[in-house]
């Protein structure tokens, strides 16, 4: 299957939420560069496609639903920008995301529940 690819690094987010609320795994690691690192559940660490389809496996097999929180304008600098939303549960996420050579972004890092 083909994903519209993110033209702006908070594309990933909305496109997180769509694809998470349709069950589709595929489609939340297509997201993700190959050697991306996820930081969930928390104080866990999942790298690369393998792990993080694993992550969301489990994750989605729960059924969960997602809603769109409050996401933050990215701050880019050059090829990459940090995401970073507050979830209606009051967590907040944040993301480094990297413009790809086709000018798409995929996520790099991806901590889903930033604890200070």
Same mark, same amino acid.
């Given at each position: 299957?083909?994903?519209?690819?993110?033209?702006? @690094?908070?594309?990933?987010?909305?496109?997180?939420?769509?694809?998470?609320?349709?069950?589709? %795994?595929?489609?939340? %690691?297509?997201?993700? &560069? +190959?050697?991306? /690192? #996820?930081?969930? +559940? @928390?104080?866990?660490? $999942?790298? !690369?496609? $393998? =792990?993080?389809? &694993?992550?969301? &496996?489990?994750? #989605?097999?729960?059924? @969960? %639903? #997602?809603? =769109?929180?409050? =996401?933050?304008?990215?701050?880019?600098? !050059?090829?990459?920008?940090?995401? *970073?939303?507050?979830?209606? *549960?009051?967590? /907040?996420? /944040?993301?480094?995301?990297?413009?790809? +050579?086709?000018?798409?972004?995929?996520?790099?890092?991806? =901590? +889903? /529940?930033?604890?200070?």
């Amino acid at each position: 299957m083909t994903y519209e690819p993110a033209t702006e @690094p908070n594309d990933l987010g909305r496109y997180f939420i769509e694809r998470g609320n349709a069950g589709d %795994v595929d489609g939340l %690691v297509a997201l993700y &560069e +190959p050697d991306a /690192v #996820l930081a969930f +559940p @928390p104080g866990n660490l $999942a790298t !690369g496609h $393998a =792990q993080i389809r &694993e992550v969301y &496996e489990r994750f #989605l097999a729960a059924r @969960p %639903v #997602l809603t =769109q929180g409050r =996401q933050h304008a990215a701050l880019t600098g !050059g090829d990459l920008a940090l995401t *970073s939303s507050t979830l209606t *549960s009051g967590d /907040v996420t /944040v993301e480094i995301a990297r413009r790809q +050579p086709d000018g798409s972004w995929l996520w790099a890092v991806d =901590q +889903p /529940v930033f604890v200070a």
